[in-house]
């Protein structure tokens, strides 16, 4: 065979395998599919033997033979991956009784257990288990050891439900960890690798938000502004075919009938006359209220911090349960108070449910991250306390130990000095600050998931056994009437989701344990919500669809990550590590392990190249470069909207012609419009329509070409007028069988002249018979 | 159990993968529900037809209300009837599944919102429409006067070229701006 009728071979080959992999695209009977995907097969293996021939025949076949198994293995993997997704099966019956939007929250909920379990595997096996097989064992040295006076009460129950006692000097928390620079046979280097994971946890869990992030926004529709297709929406897009229960069916058809109703007289009753100032007084004191209240569960949360720690220096047996948890509880109790206080204030507003649930979101957002910082700000000025102990608790070991020196000396007579050997429970401690801060962290996620069961079992289920059995002796009918069964809450379980997931990333650093609890959390509300749900809840009245609310949540997840960051980069850089505890004990600050690294185990040429790449002359251009990337690529997806704005404009505008056209038949062009009154009457609408829809095709081009302009970011949108069109034409019913005439009036001079490029509708209507 | 047609073959199998949007485990899935609605005297048949009726029996299709319409856009028999052969199930479930094209969806859409199936949307397939899914009873549908309203307002935005139906091409329009339609537009066994 000729080179040329090899390369064309290869060429129809190439094509008949683009064929198969894009068969299952195109809306034909299995059985057609299944004989072109036949003959297609058939076609590549004959003639794939006939291209081996030749040279290069081996490794053809070759590349071939890799090619299928490797689609074969890229297949099974897709297979397997579906099957490790747990609880298919459960999310499946939720969706079914309740409709995709209360399932979209478990899908978040399996979503975020799977990175906590990533989370979990980089921790506890880069961090937790070296330093239990090979660092040295319980008791050995202070920092693991608990000291001679707590040891008493070490094992009570209620001192390790606060995680003191043996909880606290366990692995579970930073200050167990010891600071040798490698440890065991490996010479694991345990100091880098906390720090490593500890920032590593952040960039792995950025990195997966932000994929999710893309993935979503690459599904949702493009652009079409929010009324622009209300009505047919509603129409083609509202039934949610994953119902699978008739008392949710039956839901579905009364709140469809009811937007139907609603927009209905909604369209007519556009122009209502209202009292706009009243409402703009009732909006902004409503606004004033919500912010009152805001300032006011601030400054509870700072009291009540201030408080716990002059607690702290009392002695522990004076104080009550309530006053040793007043902090978590009060957190607690606001984030459970607030948010319905909210919606009762919110009222006086009066906006439509879209923008009043946004609202809602919004200023539950502020409550919590108001909350979490005043905590920080609170725990913040705790940590400089403990850290001047520190200081004085530092010098007073340096002069024991010199006392002890000097005695030695003095006694001995000789310049050989043996160190103090204390039993390791004995020797004086420093406050150890980052073991305070983890403790507090580990505390209030505790009782943020005790707040969270008891709300559902007090406020879904005994609800629900209350109104089902107090039913049968009640005056008013329970179900119906108040209270009747909760529905399901998702927003504010999908907030409380976010919330609890920045404390845990700004937890982790200084208690490892914090993310397997996390895990362990998540799974069991798994199992536990899903059977609240199913047990105690009703399916929604109305189902209005947030409808981007996916990107909206994970950009709150975003938002938390980048704010749980800033605490513990804070840390990092500025505070001084314990001197006594955790794998940073003896440094001046923690990421001085770092540089020891480059030092002591990297070769030296790495050294010196990252003290070249750390100095200030560098960094600062690379900076401002980044600046400026940003600054052109924003002003370059600016450009493309405004493609994107002057392309919806064009057909908006052809839209309008055309509506124009029919409705008042005034053509623009006065030579059109007499040639129009001497041809012969036209019949039926249709029939012009069906001319201008093939004309407008073919003249259609030019539209499109603009679409497809390199620059022009809706390549889809242009696919799809092309698509648009051919699909148009292919349409069997409609019997567009007459091929375009002459183009008669086109020719003449003047024409060309007085209508622009897309106007070609004007000259379609020709004479054609 | 143990005949031919009860054991779905492995080339068949890989075949199937190849031409539709659904995974092994859901064809394997698919093909047990579909044998168990498989009428005992057909059981030994190759290629077994089940009545409507009984698929209608299927949890995920009994409470939709183009139940019926969809049995028939899917079905392939010569007689009309809405039955399906297990290729035609596979062709449902591959047109319902996640990961189907937004084309593929609304072609299907618009073949099942087609009451007449005469290759537009007229105004008699709107109005069975909007009954569909307004309910069976009297006091949830619509009066009239609100249908003409409704279908005044919906041909407006949706009919382009002003013929008083909506095509395929001006329902693909429509939908492909929809953001809910793809998610809402999905049906999983």
């Not at chain 1, 030749?54 to 689609?71: H, P």
């Not at chain 1, 055309?658 to 006065?670: A, F, H, I, L, W």
């Amino acid at each position: 065979m000729s080179e040329g009728e090899m390369t064309r071979l290869k060429e129809e080959v190439e094509e008949k395998k683009k064929l198969i992999s894009t068969l299952r695209n195109k809306p034909w009977r299995m059985r057609r599919r299944l004989e072109c995907l036949k003959d297609a097969q058939q076609f590549v293996e004959k003639f794939e033997g006939a291209l081996g021939k030749g040279k290069g025949r081996k490794l053809y076949a070759f590349k071939v033979m890799m090619t299928k198994k490797w689609i074969k293995f890229n297949r099974d993997f897709e297979n397997f991956k579906t099957a490790c997704i747990p609880w298919e099966r459960k999310i499946k019956e939720v969706e079914s009784h309740f409709g995709s939007s209360v399932a979209s929250y478990f899908l978040f909920l399996r979503w975020m257990y799977g990175m906590n379990l990533v989370l979990f595997g980089f921790v506890f096996g880069l961090v937790v288990i070296p330093e239990v097989l090979m660092g040295l064992p319980y008791g050995s040295i202070p920092r693991k050891t608990v000291p001679r006076d707590e040891q008493a009460k070490a094992m009570d129950f209620s001192v390790l439900f606060e995680f003191g006692g043996y909880c606290k000097y366990s692995f579970l928390f930073y200050g167990y960890y010891n600071n040798q620079r490698t440890i065991g046979l490996l010479q694991f280097r345990l100091p880098l690798s906390y720090l490593l994971v500890g920032v590593g946890s952040f960039g792995y869990s950025l990195m997966v938000v932000i994929r999710t992030m893309a993935k979503n926004s690459n599904e949702g529709g493009d652009g079409a502004e929010e009324g622009d297709f209300t009505f047919a929406w509603k129409m083609f897009t509202s039934w949610d075919y994953l119902i699978g229960n008739s008392e949710t069916a039956d839901n579905k058809f009364a709140s469809i009938t009811t937007s139907f109703k609603e927009s209905i007289v909604d369209e007519q009753e556009n122009q209502k006359d209202e009292n706009i100032h009243l409402r703009r007084f009732l909006r902004v004191l409503a606004n004033l209220l919500i912010l009152c209240s805001l300032g006011g569960s601030g400054y509870l949360i700072y009291y009540v911090v201030k408080r716990s720690q002059t607690y702290a220096n009392m002695d522990e047996d004076e104080l009550s349960w309530f006053e040793k948890n007043e902090v978590e509880f009060v957190m607690s109790l606001l984030g459970l108070v607030c948010p319905p206080l909210f919606e009762t204030i919110a009222e006086l507003e009066e906006y439509h449910p879209r923008i009043a649930l946004k609202w809602q979101l919004g200023r539950i957002f502020a409550l919590f991250l108001g909350n979490l910082y005043t905590f920080l700000f609170a725990l913040f000025d705790e940590v400089n306390a403990k850290l001047e102990r520190e200081e004085t608790i530092k010098n007073a070991t340096i002069w024991a130990m010199k006392e002890h020196y000097s005695n030695f000396s003095e006694l001995n007579n000789s310049t050989a000095i043996t160190p103090l050997s204390i039993n390791p429970a004995d020797v004086m401690r420093g406050p150890c600050w980052e073991t305070a801060v983890g403790i507090e962290f580990m505390k209030l996620t505790v009782s943020d998931i005790q707040v969270t069961y008891l709300t559902i079992l007090f406020g879904d289920f005994l609800r629900a056994l209350a109104v089902r059995f107090l039913n049968y002796c009640w005056c008013w009918d329970l179900e119906a009437g108040f209270p009747s069964y909760a529905e399901f809450d998702i927003s504010g379980n999908v907030l409380g989701l976010i919330f609890n997931q920045g404390m845990i990333w700004m937890g982790a650093f200084y208690a490892p344990g914090l993310v397997g609890l996390n895990v362990l959390r998540l799974l069991t509300s798994m199992y536990f919500q899903c059977w609240a749900v199913m047990t105690c809840n009703v399916p929604h009245e109305r189902v209005f669809k947030a409808s981007k609310s996916n990107n909206f949540y994970m950009g709150l997840l975003l938002l938390i990550l980048f704010l749980s960051m800033l605490p513990v980069v804070y840390t990092i850089m500025t505070l001084p590590p314990s001197f006594d505890c955790g794998p940073f004990s003896g440094k001046q600050k923690m990421y001085d392990v770092i540089i020891e690294t480059i030092d002591k185990d990297l070769p030296a040429f790495l050294g010196t190249l990252f003290t070249y790449a750390a100095n200030p002359g560098l960094i600062i251009p690379a900076v401002l470069l980044m600046v400026l990337a940003i600054y052109y690529l924003n002003s370059v997806s600016k450009a493309y909207k405004h493609a994107n704005n002057e392309l919806r404009k064009k057909m908006q505008m052809q839209r309008d012609e055309e509506k124009n056209r029919r409705n008042n038949k005034d053509s623009t062009n006065q030579v059109m419009k007499d040639l129009e009154d001497l041809l012969p009457k036209k019949s039926p609408i249709s029939a012009s329509a069906k001319e201008n829809a093939e004309v407008r095709s073919e003249l259609g081009d030019k539209p499109s070409k603009v679409s497809q302009k390199p620059g022009a970011v809706a390549t889809g949108r242009g696919v799809n007028l092309q698509r648009d069109v051919s699909l148009a034409m292919a349409n069997p019913r409609m019997a567009v069988t007459r091929p375009p005439g002459p183009r008669g009036p086109s020719a003449l001079p003047g024409n060309t002249l007085q209508v622009p490029g897309g106007r070609g509708r004007g000259r379609g209507q020709n004479p054609r018979r | 159990m143990g005949t031919t047609a009860s054991q779905l073959p492995k080339d068949l199998l890989s075949e199937y993968q190849e031409l539709t949007f659904l995974t092994k485990q859901e064809i394997l899935l698919a093909h047990k529900r579909f044998t168990e609605l498989v009428a005992k005297e057909d059981r030994n048949d190759p290629s077994p037809r089940v009545p409507m009726s009984k698929i209608l029996t299927l949890p995920e299709l009994k409470s939709n209300p183009f139940r019926k319409r969809i049995c028939h856009v899917f079905s392939t028999s010569e007689s009309k009837d809405g039955s399906l052969t297990f290729e035609d199930f596979l062709d449902l479930l591959s047109a319902f599944s996640d990961s189907a094209t937004l084309e593929i969806k609304s072609h299907y859409a618009f073949r099942i919102f087609d009451f007449d199936d005469d290759g537009t949307l007229d105004r008699g397939d709107l109005e069975k429409l909007v009954n569909c899914l307004t309910g069976e009873t009297d006091d949830t549908r619509l009066t009239p006067e609100e249908m003409k309203q409704l279908i005044n307002n919906i041909l407006e935005e949706s009919d382009i070229d002003k013929d008083g139906t909506v095509n395929l091409s001006e329902f693909q329009h429509v939908i492909s701006r929809s953001p809910d339609f793809v998610s809402s537009f999905k049906i999983v066994l």
